[in-house]
């Protein structure tokens, strides 16, 4: 089809109200004339012909100065009886209702200003603004699609486009937006920036550093750009040369709460709690709606066990900004925490739309469980680490009786513990085919304490064990270490999780107070390789850690329980050996650090989880050693 004849399929699909229909054929004119203005001059002449017919523009002008005030939308409601068909007025409707953050009728309104006035690109980027704020983020997408159709090169469409693809994590197409950015702008430096922040944002450092260098080639004195040299040191864990690039931006910039903010951060990862609470102060000082930096005063105030106060700082950071999902999803994460189930776990939903939290949403039409209901199968998904997917499998079995039917995926590692104790369930692996016609609704493991665990006493019903292991396996176990009656103890002393392994994460000598126990036979529950950390130990303190060498502890483990079902009990820090021993029900002494490395889902009383009364939680009560809890320990197990 010649030119002539699209631009007349424009028209004629305009004319019959087929608007997704006439910007697909534009969108097509350009794929196949990309030199040609002939679509351009169509389009402007089009919004020309509204502006025209509108006695009222003039007005519409001026009364986007006022968009702010109260009268506002009573004003425009009268303006638009004037002129019912006039879009422009729609569309300011819509703008003011997105301005006092009342997403339902923004949305409303900008839809009528584009099915009256479709060819106005700015309708389609208010769109979709209204769409994020209702979480809506694919539509939002397609909204600026539609506007890059209008207007292919325009900056700041583009770069929406690029920002909704970060909000949905495709960052191949966020990515391949910017590249194409700095092609058509090479000298914007904002657009550098950002991307370069987006990068580092995912730990794509080697990225972010080859178009920093490149920045730096031209603006070698620009501050902001020291400042994303700092992350990028923070991102590689040399925390110290990067609070010393923070420091030497702030002597540039010595009123500016972002490096405030920065430097709380580096000093948090320091471990210098205090100087970082008064960087974090200092920043709010200077910027009263940081609310990062009030994120941040909260996450250190929790380990002081001042759950309240840290709640409360969350709470103006997302009063500050209410799309601060990170903000909302620590506020969950304190909240159950503290034991405010309900609460805690509708905040906890917005994990999902933080830009650190990587899984992804399964690729499913049908929809999210909300009420359970016997006539239907659910299947539920996991969404994170081994450990998290045991604590939550202490629900299976009563969610199955909600249910018709519960189909449960997670690491196939895990089926072969959890699959001998729940013969009503199926249970698949990941990676394995399952399509929307096998289930009625699906539910993401982190979703499901939101049905069934609200309150405290609920956590009562668990049963355990709710995991088994091999019992030819765990005989054959106690059989090689348990001679003589010497009493087997499992251990673990290290964390494989990437963010936290060093704050979890214990030295083995520091445990030698235990380890000096004669009626102990020790045996290693360790993930990786320790037969260094054995040797040293055994050479220099003549203590003997077993190691089951027909046991894989990574890649079995169901081997892996069966050895923790043979021990007597086991001391562990907090990580998977933790979960398996919980939900075994076997007595551990669960040892955890100050700061960071203490997860919500340990909260104690009485030293005792809400997940795992097996559990025997140990903490440590200051940021310099591990003597609170090993002292501790060591006067517990004089007793057993």
């Known amino acids: ?48 012909k509204h502006i025209d017919q509108s006695k009222l523009f003039h007005e519409i002008i001026n009364l986007q100065k006022e968009i ?48 009256l006035c479709p060819f106005e690109e700015v309708f389609y980027i208010n769109l979709s603004k209204s769409l994020s704020g209702l979480k809506l983020y694919k539509q939002s997408l397609e909204a600026l699609k539609l506007s890059k159709i209008l207007k292919p090169k325009e900056l700041e469409t583009n770069l929406l486009i690029a920002r909704a693809h970060i909000r949905l994590f495709n960052y191949k197409s966020a990515f391949k937006v910017y590249n194409e950015l700095l092609l058509n702008y090479p000298n914007n430096l904002e657009i550098s920036i950002e991307f370069c922040r987006h990068l580092l944002d995912i730990k794509e450092t ?93 996450v250190i105030t929790s380990f002081y066990d001042k759950t309240e106060e840290a709640i409360n700082y969350l709470k103006k950071s997302i009063e500050i900004n209410p799309q601060f999902y990170e903000g909302i999803y620590y506020l969950g994460q304190l909240q159950l925490y503290s034991r405010s189930f309900e609460l ?85 692996g990941k990676g394995d085919k399952l399509f929307d016609d096998d289930f009625d609704h699906h539910l993401p493991f982190g979703s499901i304490g939101s049905l069934i665990r609200n309150h405290e006493i609920d956590f009562r019903r668990n049963k355990y064990p709710y995991i088994s292991g091999d019992k030819n396996v765990t005989s054959k176990i106690t059989k ?45 529950l360790e993930y990786k390789d320790t037969a260094e950390e054995r040797k040293l130990i055994f050479r220099n303190y003549g203590v003997k850690i077993h190691k089951e060498e027909s046991i894989n502890n990574f890649s079995d483990i169901i081997g892996l329980t069966s050895i923790i079902d ?15 021993c919980g939900a075994l029900n076997k007595k551990t002494f ?21 997940w795992y009364p097996s559990i025997n939680i140990l903490q440590n009560n200051n940021e310099e050693s591990w003597d609170y809890p090993i002292k501790t320990l060591k006067e517990r197990l004089k007793n057993e």
């Not at 997105?98 to 309104?109: D, P, R």
């Not at 669960?590 to 340990?602: A, K």
């Open 68 to 115: 702010r005030n109260n009268d506002f939308a009573s004003k425009l409601l009268e303006l638009i009886k004037l002129e019912p068909h006039n879009g422009y007025l729609y569309g300011l409707l819509g703008d003011y209702y997105g301005s006092i953050l009342n997403f339902k009728k923004a949305k409303l309104y900008q839809e009528k200003a584009i099915s």
């Open 206 to 298: 080697n990225n972010a550093i080859k178009i920093l260098d490149q920045i730096n080639s031209r603006q070698d004195d620009y501050n902001e750009i020291r400042i994303l040299y700092g992350l990028v040191k923070l991102n590689q864990n040399n925390v110290k040369e990067a609070k010393g690039i923070f420091l030497d931006a702030l002597r540039l910039e010595k009123n500016s709460s972002d490096i405030y903010t920065l430097i709380g951060l580096a000093d948090e990862k320091l471990g210098n709690y205090f100087d970082a609470i008064k960087n974090h102060k200092k920043a709010i000082n200077l910027d009263p709606n940081n609310f990062n930096a009030y994120k941040n005063l909260a």
């Open 344 to 428: 805690g776990w509708k905040n906890f939903e917005s994990r999902w739309d933080c830009k650190d939290y990587h899984q992804k949403k399964i690729n499913t039409k049908k929809k999210q469980l909300i009420e359970l209901n016997k006539k239907i199968t659910l299947f539920t998904w996991s969404e994170q680490g081994i450990g998290d997917q045991i604590m939550y499998g202490s629900m299976f079995s009563e969610l199955s009786t909600h249910v018709g039917k519960l189909i449960v995926k997670l690491d196939k590692r895990l089926i072969p513990i959890f699959k001998d104790l729940h013969s009503d369930i199926t249970f698949i």
């Open 566 to 580: 043979a021990c007597d009990f086991v001391i562990t820090c907090s990580n998977v050996n933790a979960h398996i």
């Open 1 to 48: 089809m010649n030119l002539e004849n699209l631009l007349k399929k424009v028209q004629l699909s305009l004319n019959r109200k087929e608007l997704t229909n006439a910007l697909n054929c534009i969108a097509e004119i350009r794929e196949k004339y990309p030199l040609n203005k002939r679509i351009d001059e169509f389009i402007n002449s089009n919004k020309k």
């Open 480 to 524: 090689k270490y348990k001679k003589n009656g010497e009493i087997l103890v499992g251990m673990s002393w290290s964390s494989s999780k990437a963010m936290l392994s060093q704050e979890k994460s214990i030295d083995l000598e520091k445990l030698l107070p235990i380890l000096n126990f004669k009626n102990f036979n020790f045996i290693d």
């Open 590 to 610: 669960l040892l955890l650090p100050f700061g960071r490395g203490r997860l919500w889902n340990w909260n104690k009383k009485n030293e005792k989880s809400f």
